[in-house]
């Protein structure tokens, strides 16, 4: 007899997991399908990365890391933030993780109680509301639109605060949306929370390096809630590492050390080879994050190229990350050999099973009528996806 929790059977799977499964399965049977649902760089890991962990299974780096993570990661971490970001942390403010998924996790667990209230806007990454879950909280989201670059208001988010809040939930650059604050924009926002001192910010900031806009700027740096901004941060995106799982977070002490414990309880310390991998991402040649940051902003814009040519769509140019958002809400309620495409989940089916393109439905991430569009893939499989988009969507009628 199943008997799963209340708190299980609140929570709804990964969609962009989801998609990606579904691509596997006909790919298996022989599809030509063209992924475009992955949040991940096609790049390989580099070489040097990949010789670090070479070097560490040689030396033995196999048993129990440090719950927290190696003491010379920590350093290096509290390094970046202050050479990239004008940060300053020391090692015992940061923990390292099991990926910036985990590291997100501990933080929501260890602030947010039964019925606290956490702002997340919309369009948001499809892991956030899920965790929120978790924690107990409860999920305030503010819409945003594609005329404001999906980007949130201090006026939205000052009439959103109540007692209840504890935590704005904030991503730049963005997933979905590509979204990317800049420091004013960051300023505003800094300002509201500054007014209420029991709100907590966390800053995921995953996607610092794959940015168009002119270089990163952090909300962790505004002095007025410093205390109280959790930044969230892993190797994943930039050095193409997503499979190594190590994130890493940084906040105030008393909050890492509470990360720790849970962590402690939970998974212990992240794998060691490749926290040892880590090591040498951040600390040796950098230059394959600019050349990755670079191939990845060519891509972008093949692919707004492309959507300049399709009718009815709304769309902002991407100022970071690898995904485009556009609104295909102009192509929902249209049919296609009698079916009609009642919503934007028929719609990425319909382009899956059809045009075999695989893409994530908007409302995954809280923007009905919406479809993200990785373009973290080659050139070439491209432009052929985003012809057969074409082609598909001149099929509805």
């Given at each position: ?54 070097k560490a299974i040689d030396g033995n780096f196999s048993h129990y890391a440090p719950v927290p993570g190696y003491p010379d990661l920590r350093e290096a971490i509290a390094m970046k933030f202050r050479r990239e970001n004008n940060l300053d942390y020391k090692p015992s403010q940061i923990v390292v993780s099991t990926g910036a998924k985990h590291a997100l996790a501990n933080a929501m667990i260890c602030l947010v109680d039964n019925g606290d209230e956490v702002i997340i806007p919309a369009p948001y990454w499809v892991s956030y509301v899920e965790q929120v879950k978790i924690a107990g909280g409860e999920n305030v989201i503010l819409e945003t639109s594609v005329e404001d670059d999906y980007k949130l208001k201090p006026e939205q988010l000052r009439a959103a605060i109540t007692p209840r809040t504890k935590v704005l939930l904030l991503c730049s ?225």
């Open positions: 007899m199943e008997q799963l929790s209340t708190r299980i059977k609140a929570l709804a799977p990964s969609a962009t997991i989801a998609m990606n499964q579904k691509s596997q399965e006909l790919k298996a049977k022989g599809v030509d399908v063209i992924n475009l649902s992955v949040g991940e760089p096609d790049f390989p890991t580099p070489v040097h990365i990949r010789e670090a962990a070479k650059p963005s997933n979905p949306t590509g979204s990317v604050y800049t420091g004013e924009e960051l300023r505003a926002l800094a300002e509201v929370i500054a007014e209420n001192e029991r709100v907590f910010v966390i800053a995921d900031e995953i996607y610092e390096h794959i940015n168009f806009s002119g270089g990163h700027q952090s909300i962790a740096r505004f002095e007025s809630i410093h205390d109280r901004v959790v930044v969230i941060n892993g190797v994943s995106k930039a050095y193409a590492m997503t499979g190594w799982r190590i994130g890493y977070l940084a906040g105030p002490e008393w909050l890492a050390k509470a990360c720790s414990k849970l962590q402690g309880q939970m998974t212990s310390g992240a794998t060691s080879i490749a926290q040892r991998a880590a090591l040498a991402a951040l600390t040796e040649d950098q230059s394959c994050v600019k050349e990755m940051a670079d191939a990845f902003l060519r891509r972008r814009n093949l692919i707004l190229d492309h959507l300049k040519e399709i009718e009815g769509i709304r769309y902002n140019v991407p100022g970071g990350a690898f995904y485009v958002f556009p609104d295909f809400s102009h192509y929902i309620g249209r049919s296609v050999n009698g079916k009609k495409i009642e919503n934007d989940m028929d719609l990425c089916l319909y382009l899956l099973e059809d045009a075999h393109i695989a893409t994530v439905p908007g409302s995954a991430f809280g923007a009905e009528g919406c479809v993200r569009i990785s373009y973290a893939n080659s050139d070439d499989n491209l432009n052929k996806a985003m012809q057969r988009l074409k082609d598909a969507l001149a099929g509805l009628k």
